[in-house]
C-alpha cells in the first residue's frame, strides 16, 4: 500500500473521536518496527521524521518507507514534523511525503501565515496534508515552574484567523503541553483546548505526547485532538534497552542488541496505538 494523505487520516479519527499516533522514525528498522506494529494493530498510522532525525534523506528514507509499506495493510502517511525552511518542505514534497508541518510557531503572526500558506499553495495540487503551529510547544527541559521560557498558549482568536489565512489542514496547538519527558504531569488546560477547537474548525495535533498520563489523552481527544506526536518516550526506552546490555559486561553484538531495542520499541508503539485509541480503526 502507499502512502495517503494525512488529512485523510485526522478526518477519520477527528469525525469517530479518537487519535492517529505519529510516531518518530530515523531508518528502516524503525519504519519497519511502526508498520508491523500498526498492521498487528489494525491501526492507522503516521511516520514522522524532522530535521536532523533521519539517519538518511528524505529522499532516501521516504524509498526505505515506500518500499516496506508496500506489505502493509492499514493507511499510513508520511509526514515531516518541524520543518524549519522552505527548502526542507520541499525536499519532502519532492522525495514523496504525504504530509509537511513549517513551523513558524515562534515567529510573528504574520510571518507564520504568510509562510504557511505558501506550504499550502505547494503542497495542495500534490494532494499532500499541511500542518501548521499557532502558540509555541516548548520543550520540558527550557520552560519554568511558572510555564516562561520557550512557549506561549495558543490564542483561540488567532487559531481562527489562521487558519483561514493559510488554508492548512490540521493544526498544532499549545494549552499546557511541552515536548519532552515530562518529570511530573502536564497541567493542560482543557477549557482553552475546547475553545481552540471550536475556533479552528479543523483537527488538532498534540505536540509532546510522552508521559502524558491516560485520563488527560482521553480527554484531550475527546476535545478535538486527532493526531499525537510520540517522540521522546519512544527514544528512551530505546536508549535504556541499549544501555542495559552495554553495562551487562557482556560482548555487545549490535545486530542482537538493536533487534531487541527494536521490540521494545514496537511495545511502546503498541501501548500509544490502544492509549490512541487507533486501534481496530483501520
Not at 495493510?73 to 524549519?84: I, R, T, W
Not at 475553545?195 to 479552528?200: F, G, H, N, Q, Y
Not at 544501555?243 to 531487541?260: I, S
Request: net charge neutral; proline share 5%.
Amino acid at each position: 500500500m502507499d502512502f495517503v494523505p494525512m488529512a485523510d487520516l485526522l478526518r477519520d479519527a477527528f469525525a469517530r473521536g479518537y487519535a492517529v499516533p505519529s510516531i518518530c522514525v530515523w531508518n528502516a528498522e524503525s519504519v519497519n518496527a511502526v508498520l508491523r506494529t500498526a498492521s498487528r494493530c489494525r491501526a492507522p498510522i503516521i511516520l514522522m521524521t524532522g530535521p536532523g532525525e533521519g539517519l538518511l534523506s528524505y529522499k532516501a528514507l521516504a524509498a526505505t518507507a515506500r518500499a516496506l509499506a508496500a506489505d502493509c495493510e492499514v493507511p499510513a502517511a508520511l509526514h515531516l514534523d518541524h520543518g524549519n525552511s522552505m527548502e526542507c518542505v520541499r525536499a519532502c514534497l519532492a522525495a514523496g511525503f504525504t504530509s509537511v508541518m513549517l513551523d513558524y510557531s515562534n515567529k510573528p503572526f504574520g510571518e507564520n501565515a504568510t509562510a504557511l500558506r505558501q506550504v499550502v499553495a505547494l503542497a495542495r495540487p500534490r494532494g499532500v496534508t499541511v500542518e501548521g503551529e499557532i502558540g509555541a510547544v516548548g520543550r520540558v527541559d527550557e520552560v519554568t515552574g511558572e510555564g516562561k521560557g520557550h512557549t506561549a498558549f495558543s490564542d483561540p482568536a488567532e487559531a481562527r484567523a489562521y487558519v483561514e489565512a493559510t488554508g492548512v489542514d490540521c493544526l498544532a496547538v499549545s494549552f499546557g503541553n511541552l515536548h519532552g519527558n515530562y518529570p511530573r504531569a502536564p497541567r493542560l488546560d482543557f477549557g482553552l483546548l475546547a475553545k481552540l477547537r471550536d475556533a479552528a474548525g479543523v483537527p488538532l495535533v498534540l505536540h509532546g505526547g510522552s508521559g502524558t498520563p491516560p485520563e488527560d489523552l482521553r480527554r484531550a481527544v475527546s476535545l478535538g485532538i486527532a493526531k499525537v506526536n510520540v517522540a521522546s518516550e519512544l527514544n528512551k526506552a530505546i536508549r535504556e534497552c541499549l544501555m542495559k546490555r552495554w553495562t551487562a559486561g557482556e560482548r555487545l553484538w549490535v545486530p542482537w542488541a538493536m533487534v531487541e531495542a527494536m521490540e521494545v520499541f514496537a511495545a511502546a508503539v503498541e501501548k500509544w496505538i490502544r492509549l490512541a485509541g487507533a486501534e481496530g480503526k483501520a
